[in-house]
């Protein structure tokens, strides 16, 4: 077994360990639609995967007024809690995650969900026992704020130089950027790995498969 690089790895939730950025990005379209604006495209709905659910729906809907936010949000959640049991973990994450645990990495979750919706998933049986700690958007700083890293380190006790951040989203790898974490990018979720690279990730996966054939080899 080759040294660890990293002893704490903390992942993205949605679009890089469960497949569900096209639920969530359609979710976003019905609700905006729901209060009256004007319905975001696909790649402006997506673009805001990651973030805190009222600054994501914010951006995507830039002309439904502050007063509506509450219904906006009541309505994407609405939409996504009606298809939530049709999504599931990506193909191949759980024996990624198996294997990780397995070499001894502290294993945690950053994700722009809320606390409520990433306990709920975190219940099912195939992922109890599996992490060690998350952080969720409401209950710290959303993404790209360094403060979920940076709480994960300090309860961890791991410096950031041992911290590998693991996400789907620009979002996440400047979070990394802004904790001073190394990072890697999948390209099989919500934002194009194009505009990955001025991030400066190790590595862009395009697969789970991949993903874990890296981190067996690098982290």
């Known amino acids: 077994m080759r040294p660890r ?5 903390a992942f993205d ?3 890089t360990l469960f ?11 019905a609700a905006v639609a729901d209060v009256g604006g004007t319905v975001p495209t696909d790649q402006s709905a997506s673009y805001v995967i990651g973030m805190g659910l009222m600054q994501a729906l914010a951006h995507a809907a830039p002309d439904v007024p502050k007063e509506r936010y509450p219904l906006l949000g009541e309505r994407y959640r609405h939409h996504y809690t009606a298809r939530q049991h049709d999504i599931s973990l990506f193909d191949g994450v759980l024996p990624l995650l198996s294997d990780l645990k397995g070499r001894q990495h502290w294993l945690t979750v950053a994700t722009g969900k809320s606390r409520r919706g990433l306990d709920e998933v975190l219940r099912t049986v195939e992922l109890q026992g599996m992490f060690d700690g998350s952080r969720t958007a409401d209950e710290t700083a959303g993404k790209p704020s360094p403060l979920m890293l940076e709480e994960l380190m300090a309860e961890f006790g791991v410096e950031p130089e041992r911290t590998l951040m693991i996400g789907d989203t620009t979002h996440d790898l400047q979070m990394a950027l802004n904790a001073g974490c190394a990072s890697v990018g999948v390209s099989y979720g919500a934002h194009e790995s194009d505009a990955f690279h001025v991030l400066k990730p190790l590595h862009v996966a395009r697969s789970v498969q991949e993903l ?6 690098n982290a």
Do not use: P, V
């Open 19 to 29: 497949d569900s950025t096209s639920l969530i990005t359609r979710s976003i379209q």
């Open 5 to 9: 690089q990293f002893d704490l790895i």
């Open 212 to 217: 874990h054939n890296w981190l067996k080899a």
């Open 13 to 15: 939730w949605d679009g």
